[in-house]
């Protein structure tokens, strides 16, 4: 255990509907990062937030996806009107300030299913 | 061409022999370079990090990192079987992580 948390593991659900993941980061980490990985693949960078600030947006990441920090603690990922290619594992991450030399943890990842 | 690039595998080794994994890189300016490890259905965990050109060892862990031909490898000392997992590359940009798509190490007992 890592000390991120995320909520919740697992989602199933209907293409079409809203979805909202949770993650709390470890209390001192001022930066907060959302990635998504299918099959396969590398975990695939969406977006990051430093305190309560998003700083940068994947531009492969439709306007369907947000994603918000509003206190600088915990952070949400929403997907609208959920798609099929949706499906996939979120993960988050977190560390302290500067990436160098500060660790970058991951929680343990929400799994999405789209029907 | 993409930023971080791995062979996908699987890499096949036999118990108690060294597993060497490479990776290359695309941009000059990545100043940080992490290796982490991934089990089947679990989500990423870091094995080392390493910022200066050379070998950082940690246990039966050694990364190499060569700037000047933009690539870092991971060496995995007496691979065990429970070392079977996906090993992914990273670096950082513009302050994040930016991950290779991994590569499939498999242990033979």
């Known amino acids: 255990d890592t000390g991120v948390s995320q909520d919740p593991r697992h989602k199933i659900t209907k293409r079409g509907q809203n979805v909202t993941f949770r993650c709390d980061p470890i209390?001192?980490?001022?930066?907060l990062y959302w990635y998504r990985q299918t099959l396969g693949q590398g975990p695939e960078f969406l977006t990051y937030?430093?305190?309560?600030?998003?700083?940068?947006k994947s531009r492969l990441l439709s306007d369907r996806f947000s994603a918000e920090r509003p206190k600088g603690s915990f952070s949400t990922l929403e997907i609208q009107r959920t798609e099929q290619g949706d499906s996939a594992m979120y993960l988050c991450?977190?560390?302290?300030?500067?990436?160098?030399?500060?660790?970058?943890?991951f929680g343990e990842g929400s799994w999405l299913t789209v029907v | 061409q993409k930023e971080v690039e791995q062979n996908s595998g699987p890499l096949s080794v036999p118990e108690g022999a060294i597993a060497s994994l490479n990776c290359t890189y695309s941009?000059?300016?990545?100043?940080?370079f992490f290796w982490y490890r991934q089990y089947s259905g679990k989500s990423p965990e870091l094995i080392m990090f390493?910022?200066?050109?050379g070998d950082k060892e940690d246990g039966r862990f050694t990364a190499q990192l060569n700037k000047a031909s933009q690539y870092v490898s991971l060496l995995i000392r007496d691979s065990q079987p429970s070392d079977s997992a996906t090993y992914l590359c990273a670096v950082i940009n513009t302050g994040k992580l930016i991950f290779g798509q991994g590569t499939t190490l498999q242990v033979k007992p």
């Open positions: 937030f430093q305190n309560e600030a998003q700083l940068e």
């Open positions: 991450a977190s560390t302290l300030g500067g990436t160098r030399g500060n660790t970058i943890y």
């Open positions: 209390s001192e980490h001022n930066r």
């Open positions: 390493i910022y200066s050109n």
């Open positions: 941009d000059r300016g990545s100043q940080s």
